[in-house]
């Protein structure tokens, strides 16, 4: 059981004491990252994954994407300035 996010960020280990049954708590940095992740919680660990961490997003990905003259793809899941606004 994982849980991902910018309050998974937040609480990291907390979370875990206040869910005992989680395997994961991964901070969006992370994200990307995933597979690595599940390789290590194969054997039965638990792991908080929150630091804080430089991320540099592929450059493809991190282009706007404007397919429309009044809509655009807006990346949220890094940068969070936690007023859940979007």
Not at 24 to 32: A, D, E, F, I, T
Not at 38 to 53: C, F, R, S
Request: aromatic share 10%; net charge negative.
């Amino acid at each position: 059981l994982i849980v991902t996010g910018c309050v998974a960020q937040q609480e990291g280990e907390a979370l875990l004491r206040k869910v005992p049954e989680l395997d994961v708590v991964l901070g969006p940095q992370y994200v990307p990252f995933l597979s690595n992740v599940l390789e290590q919680i194969e054997w039965g660990n638990q792991l908080v994954a929150t630091a804080p961490m430089l991320y540099k997003e592929d450059n493809a990905f991190a282009k706007p994407i404007r397919g429309h003259s009044v809509r655009g793809f807006v990346n949220t899941i890094f940068g969070c300035n936690e007023h859940c606004t979007y």
